[in-house]
């Protein structure tokens, strides 16, 4: 049976903006404050997803999800109508209202972890929603995740997400990479967790994923342990902003890119994988040094947190990157010298994600890959599929609806509120998402 990896992108959503939420992640909290604009990171987010169609890609949509999330304020006491909620929320709570705002949903490579049916052991594809449990603003993401992956999956086994808890942080996919010789062939998931859960946490930035987290979700997936790889993330890449494994390290097929301080012990990491891929495949280590890239570089350009895709007839590996990287002079030059190479990564594609990327978001965060058999992949929700012609209709979609800047000071106006619930209404018949997919929808 024929299997291709597929790319659900998060769709932006009205409410985009730059609320310096996440503390360990440099973008958010450098570009604090800074005026928005929606429109524009919801079409260069549609773009990415055409240009991977157009490639000849299986591409699908998440949708965004309800923001001012009014269940959260309610929990935090607000009572009345929507517009009084949200009134008294920003008068009263203004940081705590802020995190009901944003659009962090449309990171998609932190809305679960997922194993394709061939690694697991129900045979079917197992996805488990993150809990994001580290940041307010993500922890509020999930319930409303796993009802979209649900619509977009309803032949796959989707948990709930563990336990919002510390000692179970969990980041999704982000930490997580699958390599094998072909999609279709058993692979290797390879875990990389920040921290152990019962340690008493350390100072500097936070660690978002932990060990336990990442053995709960491998065991409730039926992986095969000797084909499941855990490794701890360094310190070092923590504290210089790689919040997330995905910032200094991608994996595809048989190759994995990474910065050379990606990870605590990286001989282990080599001999961990080459152990669980035996008679599978032969991993390739693409490292990358210290004094080719700084790590520094490595964050602000993102180079790593590139997608790493296969295109049909292709050979090789295809980097699609953020078009930062091509702006900073040492990671241009090491994409020069890779694709000189022969390498397995032989080409590279720039891609305009800047609205995002102000957040700490670059092209492989917008994404949660998905490898399904064409069996699957035709049961897939219509709706939530992207081609020419619901490129169309959703780019139109925002075009209508959404605004083209928003600055703090426009956050507490309640119209921003109304127009966004009567924008993600419209959208649940665009996508087939049910008329009850909202929790405004179903009046709470
Ligand atoms: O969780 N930024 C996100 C970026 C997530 C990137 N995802 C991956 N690396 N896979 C985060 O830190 C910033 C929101 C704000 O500050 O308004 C934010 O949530």
Redesign the pocket.
Known sequence: MMSMESNFDGLIGPTH??????DG?LA?AKN?GLVARPREAALQGLQKMKLMHDLGLWQGVLPPQQRPFLPGLRQFGFSGTDTEIYTKAWAEAPILTKNMM?A?SM?S??AATVSPSVDCADGKLNLTPAN?ST?L??SIEHPQTERALKRAFPFANVHPALHGQSVLAD?GA?NHVRLCAERAAKGVELFVFGREGFDPMRPGFPARQTRESCTAIARQHGLDPDRTVFVRQSDAAIDAGA??N??VCVGALNTLFYHELAFEDMADMQARIRAASKDLFDPHFEEVSQKDVPIKDAITSYLF?SMLVQFPGDDGLTLIAPNEVEDTPSTRAYCEKLTAGNGPIQSVRFVDVRQSMR????P??LRLRVTMTADEWAQVNPGQVLNADSFARLSDWVTRHYRETLSPEDLPDPSLMHESFAALDELTQIMNLGSDFYPFQRAN
């Open positions: 903006n730059y609320g310096g939420l996440s992640n958010s604090a944003s962090s990171w490579a932190n994001l940041m603003h993500r980041e982000a919040f997330h995905d910032v947190n957040n700490g978001g670059g492989a965060c």
